[in-house]
């Protein structure tokens, strides 16, 4: 499963996976960089972010989905 996700690859040979929303203003954009596929996942899901069962998305851009939902929710009961 882990091979299927994207990751960002640095220099040093380490891997982190992305954000793949970046909509929060306040996105952390990539995660941790690690030794492994498996130990950035791990991170991610230690950090809580939140997987789709194809990507990640941070905590900040979920919390900027659940305001844009309560938005849209206040409007239309307005």
Request: hydrophobic share 35%; charged share 30%; with cysteine.
């Amino acid at each position: 499963m882990s091979d299927e996700l994207l990751y960002i690859e640095d220099g040093d040979g380490g891997f982190a996976i992305p954000c793949q929303l970046k909509i929060a203003e306040d996105c952390v954009q990539v995660g941790e960089f690690c030794e492994t596929k498996e130990d950035a996942r791990h991170w991610a899901e230690e950090e809580c972010w939140i997987f789709s069962g194809e990507w990640y998305l941070c905590v900040e851009c979920n919390q900027q989905i659940m305001r844009n939902i309560s938005n849209l929710q206040t409007k239309k009961m307005n």
